[in-house]
């Protein structure tokens, strides 16, 4: 699996503008994983800037559920005990006309290795109210809505 370190950078936008192209929706997942300390966990990837909460596309075949448990497992080292809980939809327009995001929030979890070779660059744990710089618009939002009690907007 090497390979998908060197190889992933260049294929990854070839497959994205393919799948745009081909496609006339696309369906991603994010999830909200909250330590006992209120801490949540954010990652950095390796080919878009900013933090992000966990998550990606929901591949051909699997459930929305699986894609969050299969990307929060990958990603963040989080592996799910029971069901996500669905807290919204929203369009993410901003990056393709027809995509949309599920957000979830993972109510039970326990660590486990994370599994994603060279696709994250860093996974930390943050409070809400104390995001870091380059914290996605998005995240930030969804952040907002959840604890603080900001309005929700139904774009990512």
């Known amino acids: 699996m090497r390979w998908r370190a060197h190889i992933e950078p260049f294929a990854r936008p070839c497959m994205q503008a393919f799948w745009r192209l081909t496609r006339g929706a696309t369906l991603g997942v994010r999830a909200i994983a909250e330590r006992p300390d209120g801490a949540i966990a954010l990652v950095r990837h390796t080919y878009i800037d900013g933090w992000h909460l966990p998550g990606g596309g929901v591949e ?4 929305a559920p699986f894609a969050v448990a299969r990307e929060l497992a990958e990603e963040a080292g989080v592996r799910l005990t029971c069901e996500p809980e669905l807290l919204g939809v929203y369009a993410n327009h901003a990056a393709f006309r027809g995509d949309h995001v599920l957000l979830f929030r993972a109510a039970g979890w326990e660590n486990c290795a994370t599994q994603s070779e060279g696709e ?8 809400p109210s104390d995001l870091p710089a380059g914290t996605a618009g998005g995240t930030r939002r969804r952040v907002a809505e959840i604890y603080d009690g900001v309005a929700r907007v139904p774009y990512w």
């Open 120 to 127: 994250i660059e860093c996974v930390d744990w943050f409070l």
């Open 60 to 63: 051909s075949g699997e459930t």
